[in-house]
């Protein structure tokens, strides 16, 4: 059962997220490419207690910027190279930065993340090469990489790692996803009934979101978009979290359905109940019991 800390929350995220369905299309894009124009791109640490002190920070340009975060008081032997969440829309988020540098912390790893071109804007095309070669460049070094990611970050990562395999590139030696979206093109049924009791996102706007992120309906089912209805054979080792109450569930349970098919070694926690991204949500339970099931599948 739930915690009532997750209760609170699951009331609370919705309404300082401003949730709601899509009542336009065109105003939706309108109202994002507006706040666009305004964003502030650089790393927001705030949420992470003595960032500054406990981290040095890098921008490598790789067509965009790539956060490296680099501790300044221990030895790293890997990297965790993190995608980040926010519907392809959203840039990197101080949530974030405090779950990337946390995780780093309990597996003494340097942190990469990628800032990648958002929708409506842009699409896929327009990061995913350099994202793959990237993420290529760092796993060739000392320990290797965890590539790991958030809902759309969690699908972005394991496109990725559809791309790396594919091109005979270094792997990651593990990957990480934390409720991905890994089905665009929202062909589970059941994700309309999960519509009715996900306090946080809305069909419609998954709907708008993943057209935007594809480009073109055409695309919304190729690999690099919708990784869970590609051939899943020969991945890293992977773990995923993700709860029911959760509109991204049924995609996830789809991948966990296929990679089973294709003899994927990939872990499928799902947890009762639970709202979208639980892992990385402050100060509960569940939480707390998700980044150690996650630190014990990277040790």
Known sequence: MPSLRHALLASVIPRLRKAGDLDSEPLERARVEAC???????????????FAQRWAVEVADIGFPAHVLTPRLRHVH???????????????????????TR?????????????YPLAPEHTWADSHDALVSDAARWADEEGGIVLAGDSAGGGL?????????DRGLTPATHLVMHAPWVD????????????????????????AYALWWAGSEAD??????????????????ALMLHGTRDLLHPGCRLLARRGADAGWDLTSIEEPDLIHVYGLLPLIPEARRAFTQVVDFLR
């Open 184 to 207: 665009l093109t929202t062909s589970t049924p059941e994700t309309r009934e999960v519509d009715a009791v996900d306090p946080w996102l809305f069909y419609s706007k998954l709907q």
């Open 103 to 115: 995780l780093a912390d309990a597996i003494g790893a340097r942190v990469v993340m990628p800032d």
């Open 78 to 100: 890997r990297t965790l190279y993190y995608v980040h969440g926010g519907a392809f829309m959203a840039p990197v988020d101080a949530v974030h930065v405090r779950y990337a």
């Open 36 to 50: 666009h124009r305004t964003l502030d791109r650089s790393l927001p640490t705030r949420g992470t207690p003595r």
């Open 157 to 165: 990562a394991l496109a990725m790692a559809l791309s790396m395999r």
């Open 220 to 237: 919304l089912g190729r690999p690099e978009v919708s990784p869970a209805l590609a051939d899943l054979a020969g991945l890293p080792k």
